[in-house]
């Protein structure tokens, strides 16, 4: 049974990462990655990797709920973003609109930037915002290290973002009743540019959808991926575990 991959998780919002990563290591994970969302958060992102550098991969950047503070935290980001192994989370948030859209598009833009100069992957949030992503992606021309995390397009906008080179990330939607936009778009993704994720502490798979969301729970999302595709549970964690690799790197 080939090894699972969870591509987008904030285990520094849970109150004990280490039991978390144990269970997902004893339920098929093998290795992860903690996006920050700020400095602060990054800086605790790269701590849970340099603990556990066999397990837990890392980024640094800014999310749009808080792209305000780019001007403040942009120097320093950019500094840590050195030393990980991805930038983000970044991206366009419209539908919460917690930051003013040029300030989103000003943050996003400057992450987009600094990972083309860096040549990593950005990890992108995408809500309700999908034509001015595009736009971005399109003129950052990132191919396979533009990741979509948590995806939730449906089939003509994952063929656009697909024929822009982009990995696409399926978390727990993809198991929901309401899932079936986001079925349908991974029905149209590209298998090996394809992973899946938890988006830890968030978006928790049924039946224990009130529960706080761990790692271990990629397996579901991943499950359901595979009914999906119509093949076997293996077949989807091999591949999204060789997307995963091909984007991120494997840990040491």
């Not at 090894?3 to 990563?21: E, I, K, Q, R, Y």
């Not at 598009?105 to 990593?120: P, T, Y």
């Not at 971005?136 to 906008?157: F, K, M, Q």
């Not at 706080?212 to 293996?234: F, H, I």
Request: aromatic letters at 8%.
């Amino acid at each position: 049974m080939s090894g699972w991959v969870d591509s987008h998780c904030h285990l520094f919002m849970t109150a004990d990462p280490a039991a978390l990563t144990r269970r997902a290591v004893a339920g098929g994970v093998d290795w992860l990655v903690v996006p920050g969302v700020d400095l602060e958060t990054s800086l605790a992102a790269r701590r849970l990797a340099a603990a556990d550098s066999r397990r837990v991969r890392w980024s640094a950047g800014l999310h749009p709920h808080q792209a305000s503070r780019w001007a403040e935290e942009a120097r320093r980001i950019a500094a840590l973003a050195i030393e990980a192994d991805a930038v983000g989370e970044c991206g366009l948030d419209y539908y919460r609109d917690l930051s003013p859209r040029p300030a989103q598009l000003e943050a996003f833009s400057g992450q987009l930037a600094l990972a083309a100069e860096l040549g990593k992957p950005a990890i992108v949030h995408c809500r309700d915002a999908f034509a001015d992503v595009y736009e971005a992606l399109a003129s950052a021309d990132l191919g396979a290290r533009a990741v979509l995390h948590c995806w939730t397009g449906g089939p003509n906008w994952t063929r656009r973002f697909a024929d822009l080179g982009a990995t696409f990330s399926f978390a727990g939607p993809i198991t929901y009743e309401t899932g079936d936009t986001v079925r349908r778009g991974a029905a149209a993704a590209p298998r090996k540019r394809t992973m899946v994720e938890t988006d830890t502490p968030y978006l928790t798979p049924p039946p224990d959808r009130s529960a706080e969301n761990e790692p271990a729970n990629v397996v579901r999302v991943g499950a359901a991926l595979a009914e999906v595709w119509g093949v076997a549970p293996d077949e989807v964690a091999r591949s999204t575990s060789a997307a995963a690799a091909a984007v991120f790197g494997t840990p040491p």
